[in-house]
């Protein structure tokens, strides 16, 4: 028999790249093993995965939200209520209670588009958020803001010549998923000198040149804040940009999965853009996904999160019931993690004064790591970062000499990429090289979470690898 | 704007049909809503899901098996370890310890492949089974077997003119899948008449017939035991299948999902695809999906199963790893479901008797149950039920009058369909039409599951409403 090979499959599969989870983390999980199999040969005694926004892994070690982990060993197991009622808070046991006779047993599978009253929970937290009512026939429960994004490019991906609009720097689902369904990645830049601004005319700028090239635009990409920029748009912009889609006919997709994540709520306050179109009165389509990954949650394990669509026909909504339907459902660890996202104690609750300090320490210590991290980032020699008013990241520029460029030809890597991976294997520190998420020509970047807990130690290292860098490959 | 309609979607989303959550399913939902909300209109008391295999849903409520929810409510929550020691076995807490060691929270995103020392213990498992060694390195830890499938679906199916041969019948996520990504579905015929069996001449038929239309086939599914049939393959077939795809260079997707639900063990035992492809030393690239979604821990809701590629390349699985790596990891609490499934209490440990006693009694009800309801149906006029040795169903064939075929075609429906519409009105029974699943033209089935634990009660309803059907349409 013939033998399977690559190019006996997907041609589209190929193409997709996806460097979260690429070449550094790869080599950073063998690193990893080394360690654990007792190797003192390398440079560093742990590896800090910066690559990824995944608050609660080893070394990390974010805590998990106590509430939400009660409620999910109660649903796992309900005699525990009675086993071990002194181990739970009244509102726990409550909670769990309410959950199960709604649910039965978190081992059935569920309604495809989620638990109804789960449903209904998320609406709610909607309304309250936005002031504008929401309808649960509209939102979809998802294993995770990824799935979501993944089944509406399938579905707006109807030909070979249907762009995407995405904005560089992108987190690279995008240009995966775009790659993986045969569609076009329409870029369009985001302006580090302002922040990382959007500008609604480069946007515009992209599209005519898309449409010039045969190119026919499906959708525009937001990230909200921005990954892996932290940018929080202003409202004024989101009107023009809901604007622009009517305009052009684009359906707005609005990746709004660190909107609790604001380090700067004030001067960077965080607006949905469920809120704009209403606010507009307008028609264009919207689906706007949110997630339990990130946040103050960072369960980003139970894969669940949620989608809501705006001004989306009923036939859509039951073509994407079909689709939803087929994979049956999405995971109910994840699913009642959504519920404790959009439902957590309220004051005077027993749980609340243990919620309420988790969650404030946990946005207090990302908000004064992103400020120092930033700070020390810029005062290093050929780097600059801005500083991040939200999300998990820093996307720090970082110049590089010929000498470094030249280096980095010569081992067939893209000049940060070569960067990095010295990063890595210097440090043990593994962050994502800017090329992973697309930059202007010539200017080279990376990306870091600022989630790792001994600050001084973790940008101490990188200060320390940067400074040698420069020593070996001088200033550019 | 022009607002977003059907036509412009994707066209390969409209082709997609999943029967199994489909028009009778959304029904069944309405009227168990209306139940909810006290009506009284309804001609029964209650839904009966039986269109899927989801045993812990609400109404059958097959309990899960205890030690696997301790272990994940001690993963959920570790401190109930010292809050309420006395909760749980020991050797659940030293289960949750080692886990807890290996991943540390269940809230952070594993490996893409799935957690290490899992893929291991799902590599001992398979060798336990199979007598032939697994590596872990070519395990893949999924949500759920469904998402494997379409993985490889995606990944086969490399241009409009790629046929993937399924039997007929077939569950549905097969042709759902292959309606999405564009492919050609080539159905060869399994025997109803021999006990559901599988013919490789009927297959090397469609095969060669495909050929001539100019379709490329890509894989062979085989669903073993058989979903709807519950048929098993023997050793002998199976190795002929093996053959086959040697023959003409098949990837051979090994859907063995039900491998433990087996009523009839020793006169249809279950024989792996990876045990065959081993005895035959056969170069044929397989893939094996299991799940815990199904056997005795019927876990739906968690989202978990794994499948193992045998004869497949490192780079097609570096190219496998990079695209289950987009959608970052398969949930924790699948992925400890999984391990819970291939690493049960043995004998002397303090969880065993009782896992024992519940994986026991969940075998011999579902024995009994399959073969009261095939004899019962058997008995009715015009009904004849292959009495199955495997998984979940019963795939029972009726013989349908002139009369009513005229009825359904009158109301725009499948004759089995208007049958299984009928059967939902009148008692609350949902099953799946046959034609959601393919069968001989001008013969109709429908699908129920075997896991209603009422048996009197719930065939009574069918046989009552059979014979009240036979009344006002005649008999064939």
């Known amino acids: 028999m013939r033998p399977l090979t690559l190019d006996s499959l997907n041609p589209n599969a190929l193409k997709v790249e996806y460097a979260v989870r690429g070449e550094l983390a790869i080599k950073a999980e063998e690193y990893r093993e080394q360690l654990k199999a007792g190797s003192h040969a390398l440079p560093f005694d742990r590896v800090i995965s910066s690559n990824i926004g995944n608050p609660q892994q080893k070394g990390l070690d974010q805590p998990p939200i106590t509430f939400t982990r009660q409620v999910a060993a109660l649903m796992e197991w309900p005699a525990l209520a009675e086993l071990a009622p002194d181990a739970f808070p009244k509102d726990v046991i409550a909670r769990a209670q309410e959950l199960s006779r709604e649910i039965g047993s978190i081992g059935a599978y569920s309604h495809s588009q989620g638990v109804p009253l789960i449903r209904k929970n998320v609406a709610q937290f909607i309304q309250n958020r936005d002031g504008y009512p929401s309808d649960p026939a509209h939102i979809f429960l998802t294993g995770g803001a990824s799935a979501g994004v993944s089944l509406f490019l399938s579905l707006l991906i109807n030909s070979p010549r249907a762009g995407i609009l995405i904005p560089i720097p992108q987190y690279p689902l995008y240009t995966a998923t775009i790659a993986q369904f045969n569609g076009v990645a329409i870029p369009y830049l985001l302006d580090e000198y302002s922040g990382w601004s959007t500008s609604v005319e480069s946007i515009e700028e992209a599209l005519e040149k898309a449409q010039k090239e045969g190119t026919v635009p499906k959708a525009l990409v937001i990230i909200n804040p921005g990954n892996p920029t932290g940018?929080?748009?202003?409202?004024?912009?989101?009107?023009?940009?809901?604007?622009?889609?009517?305009?052009?006919?684009?359906?707005?997709?609005?990746?709004?999965?660190?909107?609790?994540?604001?380090?700067?709520?004030?001067?960077?306050?965080?607006?949905?853009?469920?809120?704009?179109?209403?606010?507009?009165?307008?028609?264009?389509?919207?689906?706007?996904?949110?997630?339990?990954?990130?946040?103050?949650?960072?369960?980003?394990?139970?894969?669940?999160?949620?989608?809501?669509?705006?001004?989306i026909s009923d036939e859509i909504l039951a073509l994407i019931y079909k689709m939803v339907s087929v994979g049956l459902c999405p995971p109910l660890s994840g699913q009642i993690g959504v519920d404790s996202m959009v439902r957590p104690p309220r004051e005077g609750e027993e749980s609340y004064v243990l919620w309420k300090k988790e969650t404030d320490t946990i946005h207090s210590d990302l908000a004064s790591r992103t400020k120092t991290?930033?700070?020390?980032?810029?005062?290093?020699p050929g780097v600059s970062c801005v500083d991040s008013p939200g999300a998990l990241y820093l996307f720090p520029q970082i110049k590089l000499s010929d000498k470094a460029q030249e280096a980095a030809r010569k081992a067939g890597k893209e000049p940060d990429a070569f960067y990095s991976l010295a990063l890595l294997d210097e440090t043990g520190i593994c962050v994502v090289p800017g090329s992973g998420f697309g930059q202007k020509e010539g200017e080279w970047h990376y990306r870091l979470t600022c989630l790792c807990p001994g600050v001084d130690e973790y940008v101490g290292k990188l200060e320390g690898f940067h400074r040698r860098w420069v020593q070996k490959y001088g200033e550019q």
């Open 231 to 311: 940018a929080l748009l202003d409202e004024t912009t989101q009107e023009k940009l809901v604007k622009l889609c009517e305009k052009f006919s684009l359906v707005l997709l609005a990746d709004e999965v660190y909107q609790a994540n604001l380090h700067q709520p004030k001067e960077h306050p965080f607006t949905s853009f469920k809120k704009v179109v209403k606010n507009l009165n307008s028609p264009v389509p919207l689906v706007s996904f949110h997630s339990i990954s990130k946040g103050v949650s960072g369960e980003c394990g139970r894969r669940g999160g949620y989608f809501e669509c705006t001004n």
């Open 373 to 380: 991290m930033a700070a020390r980032l810029n005062a290093l």
